[in-house]
């Protein structure tokens, strides 16, 4: 049996009941949409991850918080992370998944995105979606009465990257001031990366090959974000200058579902950019090594780092399910049924 390697840090403890970011959170979330982490203020980021800390801790005061409550998986693309720990989460506090595989049959085909949202609307709480375009996953929203979250667009993952903050946190014991690198293809993962880490006061530093740069209007928009928390978002092309000092690396795939047809193309272009125990050692000593799952082994990681003393993977993993915990119990009002805030 493997063992579990989360620290538990007490800076991270909050007295949830009376924070005041998950209180303001909890007052304008319920009822709204997630599909971009855009949406989202820096206090409302910071409340997810509160919460998610004690969603973690205290699994059973939550058990009943969304009692009853039917939330819908529409998923255009494959998934193993994704699926079950919105599953498991929502199951675990009352609710129930129903899972519906759109890879054969995309949303929009068999009728319009609106029609499907009128009806879905009316059996579920909640829909999450996993999709090619983008707009598929606002185009729902636009025309939905109970929120859409974005489980994975071309353009965005914020689910991945609220977890990630969540784990990063709970292995730094703090944020604010630490150097977080992203090496490899500025696609979606990395987006909602930028865009997080600027809104928790993250330095950000992301090297790509030239041509595969992160999507410019996402860039301006995280820098705003980061001026205005007292970070910076820096872009690069070397991956052995983007890695020195890191507090953590982080890397994802260089062919994205969706891209498969450009693995020929892509294969030579990323090598230099695999992070691998060389490019390890620029890093801080104790840095860490992350990755949003699936990995591509000995592709854009070696599995020495992969398997390694710094890897903290599968808490990435784990934290899934209890960031998404703390997004459903805000969406959907669910704090009104845990004894702890409603006394
Ligand atoms: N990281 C992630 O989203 O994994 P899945 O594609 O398995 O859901
Ligand atoms: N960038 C990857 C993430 C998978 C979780 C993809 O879109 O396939």
Redesign the pocket.
């Known amino acids: 049996m493997s063992s579990r390697a989360t620290i538990d840090h007490p800076e991270a403890a909050v007295k949830v009941q009376n924070d005041p970011d998950i209180l303001g959170a909890a007052a304008r979330l319920a009822g709204e949409d997630m599909c971009s982490i855009a949406d989202l203020s820096s206090s409302e980021v910071r409340a997810i991850l509160k919460l998610g800390h004690d969603v973690k801790r205290n699994p059973r005061e939550y058990r009943h918080a969304l009692d009853a409550k039917q939330m819908v998986l529409m998923f255009e693309?494959a998934?193993l992370?994704?699926r079950l720990s919105f599953e498991t989460g929502i199951n675990t506090m009352g609710g129930n998944a129903i899972f519906v595989d759109q890879t054969n049959s995309p949303l929009g085909e068999r009728e319009s995105i609106a029609d499907v949202a009128r009806n879905v609307e009316r059996w579920v709480d909640v829909i999450v979606l996993r999709t090619y375009a983008h707009d598929t996953i606002t185009e729902m929203a636009a025309n939905s009465r109970v929120p859409v979250i974005n489980a994975?667009s071309?353009f965005e993952?914020p689910c991945?990257a609220l977890a990630d903050f969540m784990t990063l946190e709970e292995h730094r014991g703090s944020l604010p001031g630490t150097n977080f690198t992203y090496v490899g293809?500025g696609?979606?993962?990395c987006h909602s990366l930028m865009l997080t880490g600027a809104q928790l006061g993250v330095n950000v530093t992301v090297a790509t090959p030239r041509g595969y740069s992160p999507d410019i209007e996402i860039v301006t928009l995280a820098r705003d974000i980061a001026q205005a928390n007292n970070c910076e978002l820096r872009l690069l092309q070397d991956p052995q200058a983007a890695a020195e000092g890191a507090d953590a690396i982080y890397t994802?795939?260089c062919?994205?579902?969706?891209?498969e047809h450009e693995s020929t193309k892509r294969a030579p272009i990323f090598r230099p950019f695999q992070v691998n125990e060389v490019l390890m050692q620029k890093a801080s000593p104790n840095a860490v090594f992350m990755h949003?799952?699936?990995a591509r082994r000995n592709a854009e990681v070696t599995d020495a780092v992969l398997d390694g003393p710094q890897s903290i993977v599968f808490d990435q993993a784990e934290n899934r399910m209890h960031a998404q915990k703390a997004l459903l119990l805000l969406l959907l009002g669910g704090l009104a049924n845990v004894q702890a805030f409603s006394c």
């Not at 062919?255 to 891209?259: K, Q, R």
């Open positions: 693309k998934s992370r994704t994975l071309d993952h991945q293809d696609n979606n993962v994802d795939v062919v994205s579902m969706g891209f949003c799952l699936p």
